[in-house]
Nanobody, 118 residues
Framework: QVRLVESGGGLVQAGESLTLSCVAS????????MGWFYQAPGKEREMVAA???????YYIDSVKGRFTISRDNAENTVYLQMNSLKPDDTAVYYC????????????WGQGTQVTVSS
C-alpha cells in the first residue's frame, strides 16, 4: 500500500524559511508525478507545486519565486523548500501522487502544519 509521510512543518515568522519532506514507500517517485498541496481551515485542498517524472516543475502564481519542489530518487523523497514565508502560507501541507494533469490520485500523507506569524 502506498504510504506518504510528511515532515518539516512548524511555526515561523514571516520572511523565514522551512523545508518540507515527503518520504514515499510502495511507490517510486522517480516515475510518478508528485505534488505538494495545502489546505487552510475552512478551505479546499489546493495544489502548490508539482514535479513531473522528467523533473519539470509547476507552481501556482502565489508561490513562484519563493517555493521550490525537488526530489531525491535514491531516498524516494520529495521536498518543498519554502522561502520568504507569508502569513497567507499558513496551512496544513500534504504530499500527494497526481496524474499528468495534476489531479490527485487519492494517495495522501497525514500532512504537516505550517504556521507563519506576522
Amino acid at each position: 500500500q502506498v504510504r506518504l509521510v510528511e515532515s518539516g512543518g512548524g511555526l515561523v515568522q514571516a520572511g523565514e524559511s522551512l523545508t518540507l519532506s515527503c518520504v514515499a514507500s510502495k511507490i517510486r517517485i522517480a516515475i510518478n508525478f508528485m505534488g505538494w498541496f495545502y489546505q487552510a481551515p475552512g478551505k479546499e485542498r489546493e495544489m502548490v507545486a508539482a514535479i513531473n517524472n522528467d523533473g519539470s516543475t509547476y507552481y501556482i502564481d502565489s508561490v513562484k519565486g519563493r517555493f521550490t519542489i525537488s526530489r531525491d530518487n535514491a531516498e524516494n523523497t520529495v521536498y518543498l523548500q519554502m522561502n520568504s514565508l507569508k502569513p497567507d502560507d499558513t496551512a496544513v501541507y500534504y504530499c500527494g501522487v497526481v496524474d499528468r494533469r495534476y489531479r490527485p490520485l487519492g494517495y495522501w500523507g497525514q500532512g504537516t502544519q505550517v504556521t507563519v506569524s506576522s
